[in-house]
C-alpha cells in the first residue's frame, strides 16, 4: 500500500513496514514491538488531512481504519458511544442523524476517522467534536492502554492536547450525545451540509491547507492574494476555494509543499500574516521548502 492509495489527495510513497491493527489488544502487541525495537512510528487514519512523502517509508505506519468496533449505552437521555479510532466520522454522523442523537449536527462532509478528527478538534463553524467527547482512550509506547476524560483535555481551534501526546495513539474514542428530536437535528445538520457547496468536493485535496488566522479566514487572504490557480508540477490551488490545493494531474507531495509554500509567502509579503499548516505530514516536514 501507499501513500497514493490511503490518502484523499493520491500522493504519497510506499509504506513498507504497514501495521494495521483491528483491536486495542493488536494495537498494543504492535507497539510494544516498535517500543522494543526503539523504533519511531507515524499514525494514518481516513488520510484526509495529511501530506505523505513522495519516498517509500521504512519507518512503521499504524493504520487505524480497521479499529471499527462500536458499543451503545444508554444513560437516562444520554448516548455514550464507544467507537474505535478508525470509525469514519460519516458514519458515526449517520448513525446519530438516523437515531435523532444530537452532537455531530456540524460535520456534514468531513471526512476522515474518528481518531483524527478527535486529535484534531475537527470541526465547522457550527461546532466541533471536541464537545462530545466523553473520554479517550490512548495507547502508550510500550503498550500500555490509559483513558482520559474529555473534561481533561484542552480543545482549541483544530487543536487538542491529546496532539501533544506524540508517541501515543488514540484508540477508542467514548461520545456522549443527547437524544433530541429527529428533524431538528436533520435540519441542523442541512444547514451545515450547505457550506459544502462553496468547496471544491469530489477533487482530491486534503482539505483546509491553512488554520483560519484569529478573527480572518485564510481561504479569503489566500484568494486576495492572488493564489487561485497558481500550480507547481501537478498540484493546483483549487479556483473554488484557494485554501485548498488540488491534486490536478499526478502531483508529488513536493509539489504541494511547494505550492504551499508560495502561497504561504505571498500572504505574508501582502498581508503579514504568517498562516499555520492545518495539513499534516508523514514523512516529511512542511513549510521547509524555501518557496
Ligand atoms: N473566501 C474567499 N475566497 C476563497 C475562500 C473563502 O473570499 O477562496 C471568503 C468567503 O467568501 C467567506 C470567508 O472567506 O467570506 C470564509 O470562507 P468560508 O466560509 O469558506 O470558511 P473558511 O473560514 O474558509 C472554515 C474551515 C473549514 C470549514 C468552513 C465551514 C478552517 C481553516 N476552515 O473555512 O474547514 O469547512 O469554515 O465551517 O478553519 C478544514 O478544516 O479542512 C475545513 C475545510
Known amino acids: 500500500m501507499t ?27 504492535m ?11 507515524s ?12 519516498e517509500d517509508m521504512e519507518t512503521p505506519v499504524i493504520l487505524t481504519t480497521s479499529m471499527k468496533s462500536v458499543r451503545i449505552n ?6 455514550l458511544v464507544t467507537c474505535g479510532a478508525g470509525v469514519a466520522l460519516r458514519d458515526l454522523m ?15 462532509g468531513i471526512p476522515g476517522t474518528v481518531g483524527g478528527a478527535v486529535v484534531g478538534n475537527a470541526g465547522s463553524r457550527y461546532g466541533t467534536i471536541g ?6 482512550r490512548l495507547m502508550r509506547p510500550g503498550g500500555a492502554s490509559t483513558e482520559i476524560g474529555g473534561e481533561d483535555i484542552e480543545w482549541g481551534y483544530r487543536m487538542s492536547g491529546l496532539q501533544r501526546e506524540e508517541l501515543s495513539i488514540v484508540w477508542e474514542v467514548a461520545f456522549s450525545f443527547r437524544e433530541s428530536d429527529r428533524n431538528a437535528v436533520l ?21 483546509c491547507v491553512f488554520m483560519n488566522p484569529p478573527e480572518d479566514s485564510a481561504g479569503r487572504l489566500l484568494d486576495l492574494a492572488g493564489c487561485k490557480g497558481l500550480s507547481v508540477g501537478g498540484a493546483v490551488v483549487s479556483d473554488i476555494h484557494a485554501n485548498f490545493i488540488e491534486n490536478a494531474e499526478g502531483a508529488s507531495a513536493a509539489d504541494v509543499a511547494k505550492l504551499a ?18 495539513l499534516k505530514s508523514i514523512g516529511m516536514s512542511l513549510g521547509d521548502c524555501g518557496g
Open 3 to 29: 501513500g497514493a492509495d490511503l490518502t484523499t489527495l493520491g500522493i504519497g510513497g510506499k509504506f513498507l513496514d504497514l501495521l494495521v491493527p483491528e483491536d486495542g489488544n493488536e494495537l498494543s502487541l
Open 31 to 41: 507497539m510494544r514491538r516498535i517500543h522494543s525495537e526503539g523504533r519511531s512510528f
Open 43 to 54: 499514525v494514518l487514519g481516513g488520510g484526509s488531512n495529511v501530506l505523505v512523502t513522495d
Open 74 to 79: 444508554r444513560e437516562g437521555e444520554r448516548l
Open 94 to 108: 449517520a448513525m446519530t442523524l438516523r437515531e435523532g442523537w444530537s452532537g455531530l449536527e456540524f460535520a456534514p
Open 131 to 136: 464537545q462530545s467527547v466523553h473520554s479517550v
Open 187 to 207: 435540519a441542523e445538520a442541512k444547514r451545515s451540509a450547505a457550506i459544502r457547496g462553496m468547496q471544491p468536493v469530489g477533487r482530491r485535496t486534503a482539505g
Open 261 to 278: 509554500d508560495v502561497c504561504r509567502e505571498r500572504v505574508s509579503d501582502i498581508f503579514g500574516v504568517r498562516l499555520r499548516f492545518e
